[in-house]
């Protein structure tokens, strides 16, 4: 069997599920403050998509899909996102992290008070979830690249 047959196979594969993949992480991504699941859970499962791409058609083929550069960014952006969703409450009299001051003072709503917390708590935990799958993603990708490159 020559090899480009014996590899056929293994590209349908990853181009059936590759999409999947990808469309699952992002669910896992946005659902993960209502259910299982999370910025790490969804990072790690974008990466795979990737691992699987890269096993199939290459490296090459791979960075022209999603360059190293887009990898590189992927971390710090992550951090920021995270860190930035902290500072933003803590410049709006809150403590780090603490969702509810993240639209304002929750006391200037008055009796909408409780309705704006749940919004700011909404809001923060979707970014800080996006900003760690960001970063998940981004360092598990780099990882995999460095053990790629390290075979050549």
Same mark, same amino acid.
């Given at each position: 069997?020559?090899?480009?047959?014996?590899?056929? *196979? !293994?590209? *349908?594969?990853?181009?059936?599920? *590759?999409?999947?993949?990808?469309?699952?992480?992002?669910?896992?991504?946005?659902?993960? %403050?209502? #259910? !299982?699941?999370?910025?790490?859970?969804?990072? +790690?499962?974008? =990466?795979?998509?990737? +691992?699987?791409? /890269?096993?199939?058609? &290459?490296?090459? =083929? /791979?960075?022209?899909?999603? !360059?190293?550069? =887009?990898?590189?960014?992927?971390?710090? /952006?992550?951090?920021?996102?995270? &860190?930035?969703? #902290?500072? +933003?409450?803590?410049?709006?009299?809150?403590?780090?992290? %603490?969702? $509810?001051?993240?639209?304002? %003072? !929750?006391?200037?709503?008055?009796?909408?008070?409780? @309705?704006?917390?749940?919004?700011?708590?909404?809001? &923060? *935990?979707?970014?800080? @979830?996006?900003? +760690?799958?960001? /970063?998940?993603?981004?360092?598990?990708?780099?990882?995999? $690249?460095?053990?790629?490159?390290? #075979?050549?």
């Amino acid at each position: 069997m020559s090899t480009r047959r014996h590899m056929s *196979i !293994p590209r *349908i594969a990853a181009k059936v599920l *590759i999409p999947y993949i990808l469309l699952f992480a992002l669910y896992v991504q946005f659902h993960g %403050d209502f #259910g !299982p699941g999370g910025g790490f859970q969804a990072g +790690v499962i974008f =990466a795979a998509g990737f +691992v699987l791409h /890269t096993l199939a058609f &290459g490296q090459s =083929a /791979t960075q022209k899909v999603f !360059p190293v550069r =887009a990898i590189e960014l992927m971390v710090p /952006t992550g951090v920021l996102i995270y &860190g930035g969703v #902290g500072v +933003v409450c803590l410049l709006q009299g809150g403590n780090f992290l %603490d969702y $509810n001051w993240l639209l304002g %003072d !929750p006391a200037a709503h008055g009796e909408h008070a409780h @309705e704006h917390m749940l919004h700011g708590q909404h809001y &923060g *935990i979707l970014l800080v @979830e996006l900003g +760690v799958g960001l /970063t998940v993603s981004g360092v598990m990708l780099a990882i995999f $690249n460095a053990f790629v490159a390290r #075979g050549r």
